[in-house]
């Protein structure tokens, strides 16, 4: 199975911080990533698919990138809205997996 | 509007059996396939599998093989997740998305199953 290390675990920033959350894949996955984010109670939210396309909807403050077989998460300016769980998956192999996901909240 | 529709939450007893299902509406049912993914109380995500809706070939991840079961009522554009033999550790929230392509633009609203004696 494909093993997605997402670091860190945990962060804390302040409003209008960059904010930058990475997954590492344990073998090649192309651009079949994507990330997403998590409030408490609720399901899951897609917002970056394909390692780097932003989905609809979604604000232009989130980027995703990708260097090797790191794919990172940006917010450019971290509004209160954006403090949540974040996950990557990849879905190159099945099974899909996950990352362990990355909790960011406001300092 | 797209939406995923998942029945209400569960409580169950040690051996018992659940079934929960995911009704999809404001899309073509078949054109998608749908997935489930397992999110255990204060834990991560876990993708289970997921079922091809045109042809009804469900495809197990390897910790749910055995006593999961994924099956659809096409003409209700539903899909079903049915668990035997619970155990405690089945305990969780379990969520259905789709799939075209690009994995879970639009998730259910999940269903929480408690399994206790």
């Known amino acids: 199975d494909i093993q997605m290390t997402q670091s860190p675990s945990s962060l804390s920033a302040s409003l209008g911080d960059r904010v930058t959350i990475t997954c590492r894949a344990s073998?090649?996955?192309?651009?079949?990533l994507s990330w997403f984010q998590q409030k408490p109670g609720k399901s899951p939210r897609l917002m970056i698919y394909?390692?780097?396309n932003l989905e609809d909807g979604v604000p232009s403050r989130f980027s995703g990138s990708r260097s090797g077989s790191d794919y990172s998460l940006t917010i450019s300016s971290l509004e209160s809205e954006d403090t949540a769980i974040y996950y990557c998956?990849?879905?190159?192999?099945?099974?899909?997996?996950f990352g362990a996901g990355t909790k960011l909240e406001l300092k | 509007q797209i939406q995923l529709v998942q029945s209400g939450p569960e409580l169950k007893k040690p051996g018992e059996s659940v079934k929960i299902s995911c009704k999809a509406s404001?899309?073509?049912?078949?054109?998608?396939?749908m997935h489930w993914v397992k999110q255990a109380p204060g834990k991560g995500l876990k993708w289970m599998g997921w079922i091809n809706t045109y042809t009804g070939k469900p495809t197990y991840a390897d910790d749910f093989k055995g006593r999961f079961v994924f099956s659809l009522e096409a003409s209700a554009s539903t899909a079903n997740l049915q668990i035997s033999n619970l155990k405690n550790e089945d305990t969780a929230t379990y969520f259905c998305?789709?799939?075209?392509?690009?994995?879970?633009?639009?998730w259910g609203q999940g269903v929480m199953v408690t399994v206790s004696s």
């Open positions: 404001g899309y073509t049912f078949t054109d998608y396939a």
């Open positions: 998305a789709r799939e075209f392509g690009v994995p879970f633009d639009y």
């Open positions: 998956l990849q879905y190159d192999k099945y099974p899909y997996t």
């Open positions: 073998q090649d996955i192309g651009n079949y």
């Open positions: 394909g390692a780097t």
